[in-house]
Each structure stands twice: as C-alpha cells, then as structure tokens.
C-alpha cells in the first residue's frame, strides 16, 4: 500500500500536518494473549463515530474532538448505528453504505458461531479525528479499559478510520 504524496493534499491540510505535534508511544504497549483466541473473550473497538439509537451523537463542535465513546451492545442492529466521523477526508459512501467496513460486528458472530472466538457483551465506539487527544488518554481510555475489564475482555479489535 502506497501513501498520497503531501503535495496532492489541499493547503490547509499541509500547514496542519507539519504543524501537528504527534504522538509516539516508545513501547508500544502490548501484551500477548495468555490463551487462543477462541478461548478468549473480544471486544470490538472502532474509531468510526458510530452512535446507538437513542444515545446522545457525538458533538462535533468539540474543539480538537469529542473524546468520549459510545457504548454497542454485541446483539445491536449494525445497519441502525448512526455514523458522527468527523473527519471532512474521510468518504463515508461505503462506511454508510455497510458498517461492517468500519464496525465488523455481524462478521465476528459469524466466527464466534463458528467457534472461532467468543465476542464480549459490549463493544466501544469512539469519534476519529480527534486532534487534541490529551483528555481522551488521561480519561476516556482508562474508562473505557476499565468498561472492557469489567466485561472480562481479554482482546480488543481495533478498527481504525
């Protein structure tokens, strides 16, 4: 997989990205599983915004980016998950169009009828693009791992958007 060349982004997404202080990780946290994963028990954790019906969306407004989450039961209806990404690069037209893109979780009942793993009874969703991450590593994450816990996740799948 190749990466766009900077100079095909707009402007302001140029002056942004050399502006932007990332974050490095040294380690990488990491921790190998102490059994299969069929044996273990996973949760499903996506950057894509999604939002059950009835729950508050996610605000959009929030400068730097909302860093809550937005709890999915493992039963929920996938097709019904409201979509709140934030990012403006980011097209939506197959996310929208089916959400196991960004949230695979019919895919995952598929295996763990098949045995092959053995999914939690609660997933998360958390807004991308989130610029200003500060608030959401000293408090959202740790909420949410300890959610996690608490439901005896012992693996997370991680979905990206």
């Known amino acids: 997989m190749s990466s766009a060349p900077l100079a095909d982004l707009p402007l302001s997404h140029r002056v942004f990205l050399a502006a932007y202080r990332f974050r490095a990780l040294d380690p990488v946290p990491f921790a190998r599983l102490a059994k299969p994963l069929a044996e273990s028990r996973l949760a499903l954790v996506t950057s894509g915004g999604l939002v059950p019906p009835g729950a508050p969306p996610f605000d959009l407004s929030f400068r ?12 929920a209806d996938v097709a019904t998950l409201a979509i709140h990404q934030r990012s403006e690069d980011f097209d939506h037209a197959g996310f929208e169009a089916d959400r196991n893109l960004g949230f695979p979780l019919e895919r995952l009942r598929e295996l763990e009828a098949r045995g092959e793993l053995r999914l939690a009874p609660r997933h998360l969703s958390f807004m991308g693009s989130i610029t200003a991450p ?8 740790p909420a949410a791992a300890d959610l996690l816990l608490s ?4 693996a997370a799948l991680l979905v990206p958007l």
């Open 134 to 141: 500060g608030r959401l590593v000293k408090e959202t994450a």
């Open 151 to 154: 439901d005896g996740v012992e």
């Open 64 to 75: 730097g980016g909302d860093p809550s989450f937005r709890v999915i039961d493992r039963d």
